[in-house]
């Protein structure tokens, strides 16, 4: 077979592949590349060695046997027999779940996520949002510090256990979205400046030099990006892409990297006539992410939308640290403002930043379903002090009005696994790095940072301890039993109502009405037909609605009119859907 590999910068590469060691040749064809012949099949190990270098993974390997640092393997991508006819799974009308494969279950595999997947068919989710599958050091982890972009974590069940999730999945009638981190690699395990330049000092990021997107020999670094992207769309068939914290994309030239990798997307999605997807996370508040091309945007089909989740979970929980601070002041307000134009931060002034932040969105021409909104995400549970969920400080009655907000707001919804039967265990930071000085400092490195917000040593969880990885493993005995198994059966009607309800699915933010008593604590909205009426005060209120003829769709608790026409009074932290008749 061809053995191809991108190394501009060096003299000689040489190509160790089974038992045969043989010379590259510069490909005339492609300034910097180096190309040759050997044996193989898939399963065959192989690297390269740059000048006098050690061997080394291929920058492009489809699978790591034996860990990051190991070699690469051979994938014919052929060998695997798709079952299930699949047309694809498009955003509209999507509900997506975020599932860690090492802590869905205590196994920590694909093949056992796989079984699980019937939950999420009764459940009503369309899409599966697996968290990062590259490689990355020792078995346990969340997955942001993996390499070899284009191969999936051994200890989850290397490439095979990808393709039978994924074909298990589709034949559920499941899509399926991978989280993939452009922003930064390794930095155990990454081998990647020793073929090129990957990175450049022109940029710095939180993780150091930033992958190299403008400054020379960012042509073929940007087409290694892509060819991951498509790697995983086509050879995976997965449905959408989740990309990691893209306003670390630093990439000054005309046509940004973003831009260019959703012209890819919609070509592959063309080319495979069913539907492929990106979506982003950005802290930037800038629609142009998420704005067409043709209109002169990114062209990026959705972003994560955590304007929503602060004003959502300061006014759930009250609390008012760090970047919660800007939505703390008056979160019913600011919750009223998002459900009607998707940001909060639309140019106004962000204390938490010390400036101004964001830019409006035009509700005319961006559907709503291109924002997700969630109560709980990975990031927002486990970059918490004890990994803590709103389970473990929210009453039942609280934590259902989180899920009606969610599940009956315009945005397209997404659930953090567990979350829809209020699990008690918790989802904390925890690592595996085989590298002791990197452990240590990893470890000393997060207690500092909570320390520094008055948290004591002890109280915080040790990343390296397996323990750690343990308590975050979901607890499959919850869901049938006590306040569990009510705030599941809430998940699954409200759901339903979500998929049997058009006016629930309608993407014109435009038509969103909404009311709100911010003392009271109660918040209401229409959605065409559609009344949500909440009340996270713990007294009884009187919601005007200005309807006198509906029917309770859902209801935490029984609620009765109020004192006057068209007025329902909701018990106190309870919610209710009505359909007006």
């Known amino acids: 077979m061809r053995f191809e590999v991108w190394a501009p910068q060096a003299r000689q590469v040489t190509l160790h592949c089974g038992d045969t060691t043989r010379a590259l040749e510069r490909d005339p064809e492609r300034t910097g590349w180096w190309a040759g012949d050997a044996p193989a099949e898939d399963g065959t190990r192989y690297g390269y060695a740059v000048d006098d270098g050690p061997v080394l993974p291929d920058p492009r390997s489809c699978r790591q046997p034996d860990g990051p640092d190991g070699r690469s393997a051979v994938v014919d991508h052929t060998r695997h027999a798709w079952r299930a006819e699949w047309p694809g799974r498009g955003l509209p009308g999507a509900v997506l779940y975020e599932l860690h494969v090492g802590t869905y279950t205590p196994e920590g595999t694909l093949d056992a996520a796989?079984?699980?997947?019937?939950?999420?068919?009764?459940?009503?989710i369309t899409h599966v949002e697996l968290m990062p599958l590259c490689p990355f050091p020792g078995r346990h982890g969340w997955g942001y510090e993996g390499v070899s972009l284009w191969a999936v974590h051994e200890p989850y069940g290397g490439p095979a256990a990808l393709k039978r999730f994924v074909d298990r999945a589709h034949g559920l009638g499941l899509g399926v979205v991978l989280d993939v981190v452009h922003n930064h690699l390794g930095p155990s395990g990454n081998y990647l400046p020793a073929f090129g330049p990957y990175f450049t000092d022109t940029h710095h990021t939180p993780w150091g030099a930033a992958v190299n997107l403008d400054a020379p020999g960012s042509d073929e670094v940007r087409a290694y990006l892509l060819g991951s992207a498509l790697a995983w769309l086509r050879d995976y068939r997965i449905d959408g892409l989740r990309l990691d914290a893209v306003h670390a994309l630093h990439d000054t030239r005309a046509c940004h990297f973003l831009e260019e990798l959703s012209a890819a997307v919609?070509?592959?999605?063309?080319?495979?006539?069913?539907?492929?997807?990106?979506?982003?996370?950005?802290?930037?508040?800038?629609?142009?992410?998420?704005?067409?091309?043709?209109?002169?945007?990114?062209?990026?089909h959705a972003q994560w939308n955590d304007d929503f989740h602060h004003c959502l979970h300061?006014?759930?929980?009250?609390?008012?640290?760090?970047?919660?601070?800007?939505?703390?002041?008056?979160?019913?307000?600011?919750?009223a403002k998002t459900l009607t134009g998707g940001y909060f931060h639309d140019g106004t002034y962000s204390a938490f930043r010390g400036r101004h932040h964001g830019r409006p969105l035009d509700r005319t021409r961006v559907s709503a379903h291109r924002l997700l909104g969630y109560a709980q995400t990975?990031?927002?549970?486990?970059?918490?002090?004890?990994?803590?969920?709103?389970?473990?400080?929210?009453?039942?009655?609280?934590?259902?009005?989180?899920?009606?907000?969610?599940?009956?707001?315009?945005?397209?919804?997404?659930?953090?696994?567990?979350?829809?039967?209020?699990?008690?265990?918790?989802?904390?930071?925890?690592?595996?790095?085989?590298?002791?000085?990197?452990?240590?400092?990893?470890?000393?490195?997060?207690?500092?940072?909570f320390a520094a917000h008055g948290w004591a040593e002890e109280d915080v969880p040790d990343p390296q301890d397996?323990?750690?990885?343990?308590?975050s493993c979901l607890d499959w005995s919850e869901p049938e039993n006590g306040?569990?198994?009510?705030?599941?059966?809430?998940?699954?009607?409200?759901?339903?109502?979500?998929?049997?309800?058009?006016?629930?699915?309608?993407?014109?933010?435009?038509?969103?009405?909404?009311?709100?008593?911010?003392?009271?604590?109660?918040?209401?909205?229409?959605?065409?037909?559609?009344?949500?009426?909440?009340?996270?005060g713990k007294e009884a209120a009187d919601v005007p609605l200005g309807v006198?003829?509906?029917?309770?769709?859902?209801?935490?608790?029984?609620?009765?009119?109020?004192?006057?026409?068209?007025?329902?009074?909701?018990?106190?932290?309870?919610?209710v859907v009505l359909v007006q008749e």
Request: some cysteine.
């Open 114 to 124: 796989s079984e699980r997947l019937g939950h999420l068919v009764d459940l009503g």
């Open 266 to 300: 919609d070509a592959l999605a063309a080319e495979l006539d069913r539907p492929l997807f990106l979506i982003a996370e950005s802290d930037l508040a800038d629609p142009r992410l998420i704005t067409p091309r043709a209109e002169h945007g990114l062209g990026l």
């Open 314 to 335: 300061t006014a759930l929980t009250g609390e008012s640290q760090g970047y919660y601070e800007d939505f703390a002041r008056a979160p019913l307000a600011a919750l």
């Open 378 to 449: 990975h990031d927002q549970i486990g970059n918490r002090a004890q990994g803590d969920r709103l389970s473990a400080t929210l009453s039942p009655g609280l934590l259902a009005c989180a899920a009606v907000l969610v599940l009956t707001a315009p945005f397209t919804p997404m659930l953090f696994m567990g979350e829809e039967w209020a699990a008690g265990t918790p989802w904390q930071f925890f690592t595996d790095h085989t590298d002791p000085e990197l452990a240590d400092a990893v470890r000393r490195g997060r207690r500092r940072e």
């Open 466 to 471: 397996p323990a750690t990885r343990d308590r």
């Open 483 to 536: 306040h569990h198994a009510r705030v599941l059966a809430w998940y699954r009607d409200l759901i339903a109502l979500r998929h049997r309800q058009p006016d629930l699915t309608d993407p014109d933010l435009g038509d969103v009405k909404v009311v709100f008593d911010e003392a009271a604590r109660w918040i209401a909205f229409r959605r065409g037909d559609v009344r949500v009426a909440v009340n996270l």
């Open 548 to 575: 006198r003829h509906a029917r309770v769709l859902a209801a935490w608790e029984p609620v009765a009119a109020g004192g006057g026409g068209g007025v329902l009074r909701v018990p106190g932290e309870s919610c």
